[in-house]
């Protein structure tokens, strides 16, 4: 039972974090992604003003667009982060909804307009080598299909 309540304070925790953090850029996530995808010597920019969706990591030239989703906030499935808050839930799920909604939207648009898109989850970022190793194949399949132009 201590453990169980220890579990739901983290989480607690880790929620109102997430919270904190909506829209705001430069989160930690996304400085490990940045700093992961630097050491692979790939060339990005930062928040691109006119690019569906406001990807976090984009380069125009190679076409690819990188998204860091907080596991919360874009609701990762079956994530341990991402579930709901007990109370206010009429609140939230309309809410994080719409939020899954538009990130579909945007990454099929995206797609249908020849950029290839990754999506790196916030704990998916816990395992760094993991997350290396995505962004490495993610690259390989982007350059890849460039080079065949
Ligand atoms: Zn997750």
Not at 62 to 75: E, L, N, P, R
Not at 99 to 112: H, I, M, S, T, Y
């Amino acid at each position: 039972m201590a453990a169980k309540n220890k579990m739901d304070k983290i989480s607690r925790i880790t929620r109102s974090e997430n919270m904190r953090r909506i829209h705001s850029r430069h989160t930690k996530p996304e400085l490990i992604t940045r700093k992961l995808v630097s050491q692979l010597g790939i060339k990005y920019r930062l928040h691109p003003k006119n690019i569906l969706g406001s990807p976090d990591i984009i380069n125009r030239k190679h076409k690819f667009a990188i998204f860091v989703h907080g596991c919360f906030w874009h609701q990762h499935t079956k994530c341990k982060y991402c579930h709901l808050p007990k109370s206010r839930k009429s609140y939230w799920t309309p809410k994080l909804r719409r939020n899954v909604q538009r990130d579909k939207r945007n990454v099929a648009l995206l797609k249908k307009n020849g950029w290839n898109v990754l999506i790196i989850w916030e704990c998916q970022l816990h395992k760094p080598l993991k997350a290396k190793s995505r962004l490495t194949r993610f690259f390989k399949m982007v350059y890849a299909v460039r080079n065949k132009h």
